[in-house]
């Protein structure tokens, strides 16, 4: 479980990211941030595992508040997946996966062994894992992030934009796969997105945030689609463009789907 | 060519001499270079000063320089260390641009990659940012072995050995073959002490060397992007 | 500590300041014997590194004779020349020549080539001719690291016209020689600390206009401005 208890944050140059933000993320769910850049998601993210500290307020872990834990020991508890991967391009696939397990003292047989298995775990050949990271198309090497950020079996998992430089068959892929991946192991992500498909489609719980990480709205998609808590989060989610706001025609004794614009879209069964 | 057939015994010594006095200043520079051109990176508020008052080193005058360290320290002007003070000034100062430079391309992706995997602040610098910094490292250097393996023949005015003495000795003797093998002798030293700096660049960074064989197309630098286009 | 009195006291002897062999003679000499290299440098690679770094054709050349030139001791090249061409300035001058012109080469080059192509390409597609985009788009642009190979250039024979002194009667570097003959340390001194002065204050200045001319290409209006208040 992860807590945000009126959090802050205000950069040196006097740029204020977060303003008393709070929240509990339960165990074994899933939690996407969702809102614009400037919205302050990224600096939320890496407060739990203290790439950034609060100026304010705390973040506690399983009831702990990690500003006593060493930062270092803790982000080897805690699986970080980021935007292009962050693989370090200096070392092969299966070193990058088997190097936070390396710094907690694993051998570094047993490290690359279990690595291997991770690596099918997340639709990788382990052939790939001789190669160097240059060496993997995009979506490949988001998979490696994945794998990497499991390698020490951390319950919590953060991943701040993991799927946003791929192209948009790739990004679906990688969603249905972490989607399968948490059927499986049931960690608690924290994720972070601008794609508010993509917040939709992961997230138990989606939090909509504004500037300053205001908390616009949150709730499960279905809620906030259903009843967006004002303009901004009406606009944000696109709750009044065409694509969203469906309506039913029956046809052949059939109930079609249709846009506002008269597109048939899908079939309700 | 007389001359040489008559004198090549003298040269091996003279390179020996050469080499003697080079390595300890590229080494030196190297040891002190880095770390000043990581904190240049690292604290821009230091960053500038320390790259300008690097820029005014390099701008001295090499037997200038030579003779304020002869005079100001009192060593001997057969001492090694006259010349070894000198050439890492001119190593440290042509190095650490480029040091700064090789930190400053390090992804800042992958640097916040390793801190998020609980890479701690030393772990950080030895296994991510000083192995990635290596390929710009090299590249500085390279050149800055070639200048030294140059530089040193400076010394011969002064009475340093070295191969800068067939140039002083032929001059005054007027035996331009002495001269000409000094030349050459030099720049050819200075070739293959850079092959050596290159080869061992490329033994300590197998993933690029992997990424020239393979011919796959790199990340795009400015450069070739130019030469592409 | 004292040979640095000794050296002070060299630098005010009037009689230093006197005659063919005088601080002010020699300082003369120097700095016309580096405005004739550069000079002439300059009229040799500046069209060439701008024409590499236009077409883009033979930057394997400029970076190899960059390269190489560098491994080539000045000092070699100096001795060399004097022994082809005896005393006088030619052989001196000829040699600084070629060490000058792999920087102000590498420089002319490198500004130019470092443009976006884009730029160029757009000028192209309103109707520029060549000569005009390079002389209107081109050299504007690349004008600060121009200017950074001509410092470069610049220092080099300030610093390499000292060792010149070796095999001609010219210039600052004739008191360090003079000196080390007649291990006069005071002379040595005195002369070493003439020639990093005028080595730092020619980097200073040529840093100073540098970075004025990088701040009209990246930021004309602050310049406009600028000048608009003298």
Redo the contacts between chains.
């Keep these: 479980m992860i807590e945000f208890q009126r959090v802050s944050k205000v950069y040196d140059g006097g740029t204020t990211a977060v303003a008393d933000f709070s929240l509990v993320v339960e165990s074994h769910r899933t939690v996407v941030l969702v809102g614009s850049s400037g919205s302050g998601k990224t600096t939320l993210l890496r407060m739990v595992?203290r790439?950034v500290d609060p100026t304010s307020g705390q973040v506690l872990i399983d009831g702990e508040d990690i500003s006593r834990s060493r930062a270092?020991?803790?982000?080897?508890?805690i699986g970080?997946v980021?935007?292009?991967?962050?693989?370090?391009?200096?070392?092969s696939v299966l070193d990058n996966v088997a190097?936070?397990p390396m710094?907690n003292g694993v051998s570094r047989k047993q490290a690359r062994t279990a690595a291997l298995g991770l690596l099918e775990r997340v639709g990788l050949s382990p052939e790939l894992g001789k190669r160097?990271p240059?060496?993997l198309s995009g979506g490949q090497q988001q998979r490696v992030g994945v794998a990497?950020a499991l390698a020490a079996d951390p319950n919590i998992l953060?991943m701040d934009e993991p799927f946003g430089a791929v192209d948009p068959i790739v990004r679906r892929e990688l969603q249905d796969e972490l989607l399968r991946l948490q059927a499986e192991l049931g960690k608690t992500i924290l994720f972070v997105t601008h794609d508010v498909d993509e917040a939709f489609r992961l997230a138990d719980e989606v939090v909509v945030l504004r500037e300053h990480a205001v908390v616009a709205q949150r709730g499960q998609a279905s809620e906030i689609l259903a009843a967006p808590a004002d303009d901004f989060v009406r606009t944000f989610v696109g709750a009044n463009q065409e694509g969203r706001t469906l309506t039913t025609h029956q046809v052949g004794g059939r109930t079609v789907a249709v846009d506002q614009a008269g597109r048939p879209v899908g079939i309700l069964s | 060519m007389k001359w040489l057939r008559n004198n090549w015994q003298e040269i091996p010594g003279l390179v020996a001499n050469h080499v003697t006095l080079s390595i300890p200043a590229i080494v030196f520079s190297v040891i002190i270079a880095v770390p000043i051109g990581r904190l240049a990176h690292k604290r821009r508020l230091i960053g500038g000063p320390v790259l300008g008052i690097a820029s005014l080193l390099y701008a001295i005058p090499s037997l200038p320089l030579i003779i304020a360290i002869l005079v100001l320290t009192g060593l001997s002007a057969r001492s090694m260390w006259t010349m070894t003070i000198a050439l890492t000034v001119y190593g440290v100062a042509l190095l650490v641009r480029t040091s700064a430079d090789a930190f400053a391309a390090v992804d800042k992706n992958v640097h916040d990659a390793a801190v998020a995997m609980g890479h701690s602040g030393m772990s950080v610098f030895w296994r991510v940012d000083l192995p990635l910094a290596v390929p710009v490292l090299v590249s500085g250097i390279r050149v800055m072995t070639v200048s030294t393996v140059s530089l040193v023949t400076v010394g011969a005015l002064v009475g340093q050995s070295g191969l800068g003495w067939l140039l002083t000795n032929g001059f005054q003797r007027g035996i331009a073959a002495e001269v000409a093998t000094g030349v050459i002798a030099t720049a050819l030293l200075a070739v293959i002490l850079d092959g050596l700096v290159m080869v061992a660049g490329r033994l300590l960074t197998p993933w690029t060397v992997r990424r020239h064989r393979r011919g796959k197309p790199a990340r795009v630098t400015r450069r070739s992007r130019g030469a592409l286009a | 500590m004292n040979y640095i009195s000794a050296a002070f006291g060299w630098l005010a002897n009037s009689a230093e300041w006197r005659g063919s062999t005088g601080i002010p003679t020699r300082l003369a000499q120097h700095l016309i014997t580096t405005g004739i290299v550069v000079g002439l440098a300059l009229v040799i690679s500046l069209p060439i590194g701008i024409l590499v770094g236009h077409t883009h054709r033979g930057a394997g050349v400029v970076g190899a004779v960059a390269g190489a030139a560098r491994a080539i001791p000045t000092l070699g090249l100096l001795t060399l020349f004097g022994l082809m061409w005896g005393i006088g300035l030619k052989a001196p001058i000829l040699a600084l020549v070629i060490l000058a012109i792999p920087s102000a080469l590498a420089g002319a080059y490198a500004g130019i080539q470092a443009i976006d192509p884009a730029v160029s390409d757009a000028a192209r597609a309103i109707g520029m001719s060549e000569l005009r985009i390079i002389l209107q788009v081109e050299i504007p642009l690349g004008a600060p690291v121009i200017i950074g190979g001509i410092r470069a250039a610049t220092l080099q024979v300030v610093a390499t016209a000292t060792l010149a002194a070796y095999i001609a009667d010219n210039g600052l570097g004739r008191y360090l020689f003079h000196g080390l003959e007649a291990h006069n340390y005071a002379e040595m001194l005195g002369g070493a600390m003439l020639v990093i002065a005028l080595a730092l204050i020619l980097e200073v200045v040529l840093a100073a206009i540098q970075r004025w001319v990088k701040l009209r290409v990246t930021n004309p209006r602050s310049s406009r401005r600028q000048q608009l208040h003298i």
């Design positions: 595992n790439m270092v020991a803790l982000r080897r508890s970080y980021m935007q292009q991967g962050g693989l370090l391009p200096h070392r190097t936070v710094l160097y240059f060496e990497r953060l």
